[in-house]
């Protein structure tokens, strides 16, 4: 989808805030008081600083604390280029936003990959520094007392009379960065941030470099923060360290952001229009005890956190489409970012279709040996050999069972394939490529797809969304990946769901999602843990036509599975697993009346 795209769609889609967005421009015009401008100035340009950290922490989920850092960046960075060299701000600006690329790039390359509240703690510790060094270098950032920016009124030196054409500047900002995180949004990018938020394990496993995704949308965010720090600088024509890059001004990012919506491109715009003004106009208020404002507010966010943790966009959504339902709209409850690509269809059981499209590899040359071949494979848990020394080939276009009792190390053999866990020992080929070493990401571009025996949906995005993921793999456009989602949410019986978040789904649901995600990166070969595990008679009767329909259509399976009907009807061939060996590989009905394999899931030597 292009950019254009990308905005026309989300102006269908959201007119409203985009007309609330479009028209506060005229606010600051229609207020003759310096101080409501003032509060006007103050709005749009937290509402863009916000926009930015939304562009990283937001769609990912993972906060960072230090982010006033990178505000700092571009403040200093403009305010000194003038001061020593009459740089022209507009000038300094984009020179601060490549300092913080390069700042970006070197604290997120080292963060990145860290875990939870340790990554929360490098950002601060980043703010922290950067601080400490804008008081240390007193040549550059003026230490302590700060910098002075000299009042010569002019568009050079984005130095005003008033405060309209800050205003306007300020407004222009915010329109950037919300444009931009909407065309993020409605990108591969977006749909891959997303999923990395709710699952970055199984996003990887859909093809999502998590690291180069993250860590470009750290940059851009980092970049686009900066921008702000420059028109912060120019418009209070005086920085010091702490009123720049103080904790107070990323906590006040954060706040806004989240009480209106992290991870939506309108949320923090949302939460500067509700939170900016009314912080301020609290403190010009509430006067007569020192403190009471910040009192105030702080109650006003705890109670957003506590009872609307999503922020208020997404419940003003919910309201809105339940007001559309009650006039007879009939609006359909999108959830995360992808929107409905069909008209949802009757919600009564849907028949499988065939799978959406011929496997990835169907044009390329012919490979005559075994699609998959696993050479003495070892993978230990410590002292436990989870896998030990197996060997096993499948071949191009079967549907190859994999059973044995619980605790055989059938998924661990998933998990060493496609690269979630690196092999103790031995290695893996695929179509006669060695994979051993590669990242789950480049296996699953490579052709490999797998669901989870416990299913992994990304559960705040939509059906469909969750399904994009995958598609990805094969096309980098927007509306491509719809459509090919949509197709194999068909082939799964699933479109009815499609705008669904995709937490709403039931088990055998889930089930399903598992197989279209996978399903959308058109593999060549199809690793399916346990689909069946838990599902009605009539459902695991359907979850076999859907199975069967997808081998036929070209796709080479392997299916762990427990139920020995299905096993039976659905492959030609299973493989035994017991204590990290195969101890046979045969037609199912052999495997059924080997006292070895009866001995295995029932403990008997006898088999009896
Ligand atoms: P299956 O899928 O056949 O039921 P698994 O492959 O899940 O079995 O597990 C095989 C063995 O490896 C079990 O004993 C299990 O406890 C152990 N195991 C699996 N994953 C891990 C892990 N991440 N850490 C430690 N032990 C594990
Ligand atoms: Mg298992």
Redesign the pocket.
Known sequence: MSLKAALRASLAAHPVMWALSALSVAAPFALDSRYYQDIAVMTFLWAGVACAWNLYSGYCRRVSIGHAAFLGIGAYTSSALFLNFGISPWAGMLAGGLLSVAAALLIGGSTLRMRGSFFVLSTIAFAKILEVVAVTAKGVTGGSPGLLIPYRPGLANMVFEGKLPYALICWGYMMLCLAICVCVERSKAGVRLSAIGENREAAESLGVNSSGTMLAAFVASAALTSLGGSIFAQYFMFIEPSSVMGMGNSVNIILLAIAGGMGTAFGPVLGSFILTPLSNLLRGGLTEVSGLHGFVLGVIMIAVLLFRPDGILPQLRIMCGRLAAAFGAGAGAAGGNARPAEAAGPAAAHPARPAPGPARDAGAAPWDGPVLELVSVSKS??G?K?LNGLSLSVREGELLGLI??????????F?CVTGA?PLSGGKVLFRGADISRMKPWEIARAGIARSY?VTQPFGGMSVLGNAMVGAFCVTGDYGEAEAAAAASLMAVGLSHKSGAPAKSLNIGERKKLEIAKALSARPSLLLL?EVMAGLTPTEVAEMGEIVASINRSGVTVVM?EHIMEAVTSLCERVAV?NF?EKIMEGAPREALESPEVAAAYLGAADGS
């Open positions: 848990f410590g436990l989870a044995g009792p619980n605790g055989s190390g059938k998924t661990t053999l998990d866990l025996q843990d762990i697993l990290g």
